[in-house]
């Protein structure tokens, strides 16, 4: 195999694996959020993008975690806001009713 072909070859791989590269880099910046995306409950409860849209309180607020917790048989949804005034603000709200605790 020629240098040339060999090099053809390494850039057409390359370019076929950025579409799955770029979504990946979209994503948004919560890891924890990421695993639990769709890990809200069946039976009518709200999701953890709800939880976070509840708990911020502008569109400035920046949320810097979240997370699903289980505690006494209960899921909670645990999130961390740093607010436009550079407060860290950390709150959970009931998975099942959507309230804050």
């Keep these: 195999m020629t240098s040339r072909r060999l090099i053809s070859c390494c850039l057409i791989l390359l370019l076929a694996t950025l579409p799955a590269a770029g979504s990946a880099l ?3 910046h919560y890891p924890r959020m ?3 995306k769709n890990a809200h409950n069946n039976n009518g409860g709200i999701s953890l993008e709800q939880a ?3 708990a911020r309180k502008s569109n ?4 810097l975690s979240a997370e699903t917790i289980h505690k006494d048989g209960r899921k909670i949804y645990r999130i961390k806001i740093l607010t436009k005034d550079g407060r860290v603000k950390r709150t959970r709200i009931d998975a099942r009713t959507g309230k804050k605790l």
């Design 60 to 63: 400035k607020d920046k949320v």
């Design 26 to 28: 979209a994503a948004p």
């Design 52 to 54: 976070i849209a509840k």
């Design 34 to 36: 990421l695993i639990a």
